[in-house]
């Protein structure tokens, strides 16, 4: 078991109705919000007015329109602006993960002289942010209990993940019932996107037995309550569960004593949603079972057998390989039984540039340190045979 230093100061308010204590939570941060969302959803489902009624008193400056794999121009820069004019003592994110990560670098480069790039891009380390503030709205990325946020560049094909201790948010506000609305495709990626937090943290050479048995639990149950919100999108119990379950999936209380893992689906999914903005859950679900066809050898075999029998309850009697192969085949089959499409072509990317995209990343994400290391020439095979 390797050595471990680890805090998440979140406070984690769960279950119907919480949103009510909205008021009392942020009168300890101050009166000047910034209120960040995203395309509309929030308007849709009740939220946004509901946050108004609440707050009403308090002095609201808002920020809409952060997309999807969030923009550093014009969300972040906009936001930073906003910020420093308005004197803003609080960041208050409404929306899924990619609102929630772009007011975590908001909040940051508020607090910074110089361009925000500057710490998204870990050329300087912050030395403080604003309190941040959530009522997250999709199941997925785990960003509510995270001091993580993904980050885009468009004009140079970046998408970054800035890791900072300051950028976790103080207070996670989680009511399920918002998650309701959430389409398919969105809860698909976000079932997804949680269990591949999850195999990146489990396909790792030193870990405990506690931690994999977390980790065997946290994929069964988005699995089976993934397929009950599919099925009934107001399943309060199913979405519930799975709520919770994507919130602990990237906080690192998975791998507490585990060896590193490299997070090699996400360096690879970063780099594919960078160059062709594509749906996040989407590509990992298209990558992982690529990526686990590519590493399995001797010297990993032993992970995918335990990951069959524990997750998909393959017969233990039968030949390693051959569980082996089923768990990956398994794999494969849920994804698409979830309708994620399963080629990269399917989501508008061909052979054209994968190499550059190989060389981007075999730069940038260090996965020649990953638990199974990735050359470049390793990069654009997997990429090549998730077409
Ligand atoms: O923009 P609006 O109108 O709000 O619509 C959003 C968006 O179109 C919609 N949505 C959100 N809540 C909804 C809803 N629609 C109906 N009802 C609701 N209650 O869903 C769409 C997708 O939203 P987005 O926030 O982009 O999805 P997600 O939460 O999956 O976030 C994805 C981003 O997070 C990053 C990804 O790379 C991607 O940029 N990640 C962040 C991580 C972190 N901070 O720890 C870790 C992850 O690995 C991931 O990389
Ligand atoms: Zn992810």
């Known amino acids: 078991m390797q ?6 100061p979140t406070r984690l308010i769960f279950g119907k109705g919480v949103v009510e204590k909205l008021p009392q939570v942020m009168a300890q941060f101050g009166n000047r919000i910034l209120l960040t969302y995203g395309g509309g959803s929030i308007k849709k489902i009740g939220l946004y007015q509901k946050v108004h009624e609440l707050l009403r008193g308090c002095e609201i400056v808002e920020l809409s329109g952060i997309q999807p794999n969030p923009k550093y121009d014009p969300s972040v820069l906009e936001g930073v602006r906003l910020c420093k004019e308005h004197k803003i003592d609080v960041i208050l994110s409404v929306g899924g993960g990619s609102v929630l990560d772009c007011s975590k670098a908001i909040a940051a480069g508020a607090c910074y002289d110089g361009d925000p790039w500057d710490l998204i891009s870990y050329k300087v380390k912050a030395q403080a942010a604003l309190p941040i503030v959530d009522i997250i709205t999709l199941a997925a990325t785990g960003s509510e209990y ?28 989680l009511d399920p019932t918002y998650t309701f609305t959430v389409n398919r495709k969105q809860t698909a990626a976000g079932i997804a996107d949680a269990m591949n937090h999850t195999m990146e943290q489990y396909f790792v050479e030193d870990a405990t037995l506690l931690n994999d048995g977390f980790c065997e639990s946290m994929l069964r149950s988005l699995m089976v309550n993934g397929r009950k919100c ?25 791998a507490l004593g585990n060896s590193p893992s490299g ?16 749906t996040h859950g989407e590509g990992l679900a298209i ?21 069959g029998i524990n997750v998909f ?42 190499g550059e995209m190989a060389h981007h990343i075999a730069v940038n994400e260090g996965l020649e340190n990953a638990y199974a290391p990735l050359t470049e020439k390793d990069i654009a095979e997997i990429i090549t045979a998730s077409l």
């Open 146 to 173: 995270d001091c993580g946020g993904v980050i885009s560049r468009t004009e140079t094909n970046d998408k970054i993940g800035y890791i900072d201790r300051h950028l976790f948010p103080l207070v996670s506000f």
């Open 263 to 278: 997070w090699p689906c996400h360096g690879i999914e970063h780099a594919l949603s960078a160059y062709y903005d594509i």
């Open 3 to 8: 050595n471990f230093d680890y805090m998440t």
């Open 313 to 354: 309850g393959i017969d233990a009697s039968l030949d390693k390989w051959e569980i082996a192969s089923k768990a990956i085949e398994e794999t494969y089959k849920f994804f698409e039984s979830i309708g994620i499409p399963m080629h990269l072509r399917e989501v508008g990317i061909d052979e054209s540039r994968i």
């Open 287 to 307: 990558i992982t079972p690529r990526w686990m066809q590519h590493i399995l050898n001797e010297r990993t075999l032993s992970r995918f057998v335990k990951y």
């Open 230 to 254: 599919l099925e009934n999108p107001e399943d309060y119990t199913a979405r519930a569960e799975m709520m919770l379950a994507c919130t602990y999936g990237c906080n690192g209380i998975l």
